[in-house]
């Protein structure tokens, strides 16, 4: 293992702690938007489809475009980079990242390639490496 690879129970870990920080941002802006838009007091799966989308693109999104880490990846001391330069990745590539990540089974993807990198990475060119 190279110096700064991780391995796939770090991502792994990532991925788990991302989801928790996801729901529970989801969950208030959830009860915010019930209290304030009488659209979201009626139950309707359009609407759960559409903020859930908006949220999780955001998520990923803010976080990696503005610090190269999401709330898992600043507890794992990993971060996002460029595959080239090994710097923070451009506007366009944490936008593709995380388009990529709708892609129905994305995540299992991981154990498709030997360089464990899952398809948002390999789409993007970009990597999670340890922090230095």
């Given amino acids: 293992m190279k110096k700064n690879e991780i391995k796939i129970s770090t991502r792994f870990i990532n991925f788990l702690i991302d989801m928790l920080a996801f729901t529970i941002i989801a969950i208030i802006v959830i009860l915010i938007l019930k209290n304030y838009l009488p659209s979201f007091k009626v139950y309707s799966?359009?609407?759960?489809?559409?903020?859930?989308?908006?949220?999780y693109f955001s998520y990923y999104f803010i976080?990696?475009?503005?610090?190269?880490?999401?709330?898992?990846?600043?507890i794992t001391k990993t971060k996002?980079?460029?595959?080239?330069?090994?710097n923070r990745p451009s506007l366009l590539k944490?936008?593709?990242r995380t388009l990529s990540r709708f892609i129905?089974?994305?995540?299992?993807?991981?154990?498709?390639?030997?360089?464990?990198?899952?398809?948002?990475?390999?789409?993007?060119?970009?990597?999670?490496?340890?922090?230095?």
């Fill in 94 to 96: 944490i936008f593709v």
């Fill in 45 to 55: 799966p359009q609407n759960n489809r559409l903020i859930t989308f908006i949220l």
């Fill in 104 to 132: 129905p089974f994305e995540g299992l993807s991981i154990f498709l390639n030997d360089k464990k990198q899952i398809w948002h990475d390999q789409i993007s060119g970009t990597t999670v490496i340890k922090k230095f």
């Fill in 80 to 86: 996002v980079v460029d595959n080239n330069s090994l």
């Fill in 63 to 74: 976080f990696e475009l503005l610090t190269s880490t999401t709330i898992g990846k600043l």
